[in-house]
């Protein structure tokens, strides 16, 4: 039987989740399985000098989100360009599956062909495509100025190289198979399909306006996090600004820092929730994708929030790690 990228990729999400689950366990017995977790996990002021080895410096973030950039801003103007000549919400539709489910191992293998008994709602998942890659270039964009003006990372800021490496494994798997056998496809099949016509900046935006309530929903989630993560983004970096004067740590306050010790990391989440809704909620490998979100940032968020106990004696009893009320 042939296993396909999706099966894979969901695979890949599972393995990733399972053994942040089994680490998070209250047993005495997986405090080896935990320590080795948290050593990859940790990162900036709770990894000790000591674990150093196979570290490299925490702004190499700045790598992963300039690929994030490039690579989602030329598969939206791709998957835009395509939508927009062979998708039209008013006109004949074409057969056309997400793009953008391929990011986090979609539904479907993309297929460019015309067919006139197509239904309406797969030109809509067109659009659907168009909608969610937009709003994820709008993530790694805010990410990589963050990165690069607002952070202020200090030399002594690492992380370990397995997640470095990670992150930009999985991108290069994408790239390869999308650059590789999709966009190409479209580039060398579908331009001598698409009808030349003039551009319609109305014709070229009207489309997503007509999404569904669902899709909106989700936006107006993923804003909400988005805001609050960018707020957040900066107090830390005030506070970066503000130890490379006096050498000290300072304990955070405002915006959601009032209720949780890493509310970052509790925008990430609502941002992937919105993406979530965002997408309609159907799509198995997505709902991984989220699992593996909450499942990683709950398990450093609850180390973070050990080591500002452990720092400062006055921090704040009430503030929870990273989910008000909960934990």
């Known amino acids: 039987m042939e296993i396909g990228l999706v099966e894979l990729l969901r695979a890949a999400w599972i393995a990733g989740i399972l053994p942040l689950l089994v680490a998070s366990l209250p047993f005495r017995r997986l405090s080896r399985l935990h320590e080795a977790m948290m050593g990859f996990a940790k990162r900036g002021k709770i990894m000790q000098s000591s674990s150093y080895k196979f570290t490299v410096p925490q702004r190499f973030f700045t790598h992963f989100y300039a690929l994030a950039v490039i690579w989602t801003g030329l598969l939206l103007a791709a998957t835009w360009l395509y939508a927009y000549e062979m998708a039209p919400i008013a006109s004949e539709p074409f057969l056309y599956s997400s793009i953008a489910g391929h990011l986090t191992g979609g539904l479907h293998h993309f297929t460019l062909h015309r067919s006139r008994s197509t239904p309406l709602k797969h030109r809509y998942m067109v659009w659907k495509s168009v909608f969610l890659l937009l709003l994820m270039e709008i993530q790694v964009l805010r990410r990589l100025y963050e990165n690069i003006y607002v952070f202020n990372y200090s030399p002594s800021a690492r992380m370990h190289i397995f ?144 080591w500002y106990h452990s720092k400062f004696d006055n921090y704040p009893r009430d503030r929870y790690a990273i989910i008000p009320l909960i934990y």
């Open 163 to 306: 997640a470095y490496l990670t992150g930009l494994f999985n991108f290069a798997v994408e790239v390869y198979e999308f650059s590789a056998n999709r966009v190409s496809e479209f580039i060398v099949r579908g331009k001598d399909q698409m009808a030349s016509s003039e551009f319609d900046l109305w014709e070229f935006v009207n489309p997503l306006i007509k999404l569904g309530w669902r899709h909106w929903i989700g936006a107006i989630i993923f804003l909400w996090g988005w805001i609050h993560q960018h707020q957040c983004h900066r107090i830390l970096g005030s506070l970066r600004e503000r130890r490379e004067e006096n050498h000290e740590y300072v304990i955070p306050h405002g915006n959601w820092f009032k209720l949780v010790s890493c509310p970052h990391y509790l925008a990430e989440i609502v941002i992937y929730a919105g993406l979530v809704v965002a997408s309609g909620g159907s799509d198995l490998t997505i709902w991984l994708l989220f699992g593996f979100v909450v499942a990683n940032l709950v398990f450093a968020a609850a180390e973070t929030h050990r």
